[in-house]
């Protein structure tokens, strides 16, 4: 069964950094491309970075380039993106999903990036 449980998200000030985790099960990270994406208040969902596990080929967005690093670790399952330079703009729900995305996600994990 596919689930996503991600973490690691709080509050932060801008030009801070934080590290999200997600704990993936249900997914052969070897057949898959992982993916980060976030929902800020009022907005669309939008894909923030992707990975491809199995060569660790990576694309961003162009409002997150240069400042985050996604990385997956298929033994344990797990997907992170390393933020750093916290824009307010980037408060948001991050979640992590397949790329394309499953028509199932977690609950998220909420960044507010506020001074």
């Known amino acids: 069964q596919v689930a996503f449980v991600e973490s690691g998200g709080g509050l932060v000030q801008p030009g801070g950094s934080l590290r999200l985790s997600c704990a993936v099960s249900?997914?052969?990270?070897?057949?898959?491309?992982m993916a980060w994406y976030r929902q800020a208040p009022g907005k669309q969902r939008e894909l923030v970075a992707r990975?491809?596990?199995?060569?660790?080929?990576?694309r961003y967005a162009d409002a997150v380039k240069g400042r985050a690093t996604i990385s997956a670790d298929s033994a344990k399952g797990t997907v992170h993106l390393q933020m750093g330079a916290l824009k307010p703009e980037d408060t948001a729900v991050y979640y992590c999903?397949?790329?394309?995305?499953?028509?199932?996600w977690g609950q998220g994990t909420q960044v507010t990036v506020s001074s």
């Open positions: 999903n397949t790329y394309p995305s499953r028509n199932l």
């Open positions: 249900g997914v052969t990270f070897r057949l898959a491309v």
């Open positions: 990975i491809t596990p199995d060569n660790d080929f990576t």
